[in-house]
């Protein structure tokens, strides 16, 4: 299972990006981004460049249930779908 840092940003986005690109490389798809505490628009970004290159290897990524603080800005850019992610923190009871 890949778990990025507790940071993604525009400081380390591209990076984290490499590291996760090497991770579906090598087969894995649950990605764990619950220790993710300090994000940006990056951090989207490079949830959704993750998700475009496991689908061209025929993969879906799984990120499971998102950070807030990750969560309210994959909304706020109606990206939650193409992550496949749940809606909200609530949707962990149900």
Do not use: C, E
Request: positive net charge.
């Amino acid at each position: 299972m890949f778990k990025p840092g507790v940071t993604l940003t525009v400081d380390n986005a591209s990076a984290t990006l490499a590291a996760g690109l090497q991770a579906i490389a090598a087969g894995q798809i649950a990605f764990d981004l619950s220790a993710v505490a300090t994000v940006d628009s990056s951090a989207v970004a490079t949830l959704l460049a993750w998700q475009r290159a496991a689908r061209k290897r025929g993969m879906v990524l799984q990120f499971g249930i998102l950070p807030v603080n990750l969560q309210s800005l994959a909304d706020l850019y109606g990206a939650a779908a193409l992550l496949a992610a749940p809606n909200s923190a609530s949707d962990r009871h149900h």
